[in-house]
C-alpha cells in the first residue's frame, strides 16, 4: 500500500496542525481528511487543493471532478459510483455514493495468487501456562461452564463466593469466569445449525486459558446433556442441581465450592514457562470502525499478523460481512484451491443465512462507521481486510471449530463483536487484538484484549481504555511496519502477562454471546 500525503514534508514539525489528507493508491479519486475535527471550506492543501465544503475527520474529499454515475476510488478499489457530478474539494459522505453489489461467489479466482513465505522469525518467545493436550494459555483461570440458562443466576451467586472466599487462597490464579449462556433448553436442539451453538459450547470449555479443568453447573432435566460439555479424557466436574442428594440451595452452593476449590488447587500449582510464539493462538477484530481503520490499525495489525506468521503462530481474522465484500482480494491469496473453496463456502452459507432473515446491505455500517466517515459495507471491508496482511490463507474454520494448524486462517463469525469474541474463544484463541474508530470499552474475562486506536484523539481522550495508538501512523509520526513491530513486541508482552491491558485492570469483560442459527422452541 502505497501512501501519498497531501502535506509538504517539511511540514513534519507541527504535522497535526497542516491540512493534510491521505490517498492510498495512485488510480484513487477521494482522499480522507486527517486533521482532528476536520476541516473548514475554503482550506488549501500543499498540492492546491481546495476544499468547497466542510469536511470531518476521515470523511472523503473529491480530488478531482467526478462525473454522474463515474466510478469513486479508495484503496485502488471501486466503492461505489457518484450519485449526481461531484466537483473537485467537495466532501463526498454518503448520500453522494451509490453501492457497488458484493463480488459473485462463483467468479472468484481460487490460489491465483499465493503469497510466498516470509523469512521465518524463531527466536520470539513468551512466558505462558502449558497444558496436558499441548496447547498453551496466556492466562490460567478457572472456568465454570453451564448446560442451560435456568442455572445463570445461582453460578453467579457462587462465583460471587469463590471471589471471596476461595481466591485469594490461590494466588497463582488469574480468576474464575462463567460460560453462561441462553441456550440449553427451549431449544430446537437437533435442528439444522444446532451444531454451531452446540459445539462452540463444547470449544469454549477447551480453550488453553482454562487450563483443562472445566467444570459444569447444570440443572437436570435441560436438554443439552451436561456431559457433552466435559472435554474427552477429562473428569466429570458435573454439578446438577436437581440431583436428589442436594438438600437445597445452600448444598447446592456448597456443592460447586467444593469442586471449584479442587480445581483452583491444581490451577494455582502452575506456573508460566518459556514458550515459543508459535504456541500462540491470536484472534483479531474490529469494533466501530472508523475510515482510519484501514489506514492506521488494521494495516498495523496486518503488519503484526505477518510477523506472527513468520514466527509460527495461529492468527484468525474472521467477520464474514465485513470480508464479503472484499473477498475477490481474499480467495486469490488461499494456499489451496480447497481452502478458496472453504472461503467460498462461508461467504455463501452467511449470504443465504442473511437472506433467510430479510437483512438488508445496509445491515452492517453502524451510525457510527458513518459519522467516522465510512460511507457503505464495500469502504468498510476493504479496511476491515487489511489486518490479514499479506500471508497465504492456510486455513478456513466454520463458527466455532476449533483452531488445528499454524498460520493464517480465515474463522468465519458475524461481525458482531460479542459473538466474534465467544467464537474466537471457541477456536481456542488465547489473546485478541480488537481496533477501534469510534472507541469501545469492549473486554474479554477469558482472554486478554490489546485494543488499537485508529486516531491518536481518541488514544489521548480514551487513555485509560486504549491500549495502543495506531493513530500516530495517519499524522506521520510511525511507519506501519514500527507500529507493526511494536504491536507484535506488546502481543508478547501481554501473552507473557508482563503487561495488563485496560480492560483486565479494569475488570470489565462483554458477555459470552452464542451464535445461535437454529430454531428456538
Ligand atoms: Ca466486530
Redesign the pocket.
Known sequence: MSTELGAAPDAKADNRYQPRYIRLHPADNVAIVVNDFGLPAGTVFSDGLKLIDFVPQGHKVALVALEDGEIIRRYGEVIGYAIGPIHAGAWVDESRIRMPTPPVLAALELATAVPAPQPALDTFTFEGYRNRDGSVGTKNILAISTSVQCVAGTLDFAIKRIRAELLPKYPNVDGVVAITHAYGCGVAIAAPYSNIPIRTLQNLAKNPNFGGEVMVVGLGCEKLLPDRLIPEGSAPNIVRMQDETLQGFGAIIDEIMRMADARLQILNARSRETCPASDLVIGM???GSDAFSGVTANPALGFAADLLVRAGAAVMF??VT?VRDAVHLLTPRAATRQVGEALVREMAWYDEYLARGGADRSANTSPGNKKGGLANIVEKSLGSIAKSGTSAIVGVLSPGERVQQRGLIFAATP???FI?GTLQLASGMTLQI?TTGRGTPYGLAAAPVIKVSTRTELAERWHDLIDFDAGRIATGEATIEETGWDLFKTILDVASGRKKPWSDQWGISNDLTLFNPAPIT
Open positions: 477484530q474490529c469494533g474472521s467477520e465485513e461481525a458482531s463483536d466474534c480488537f
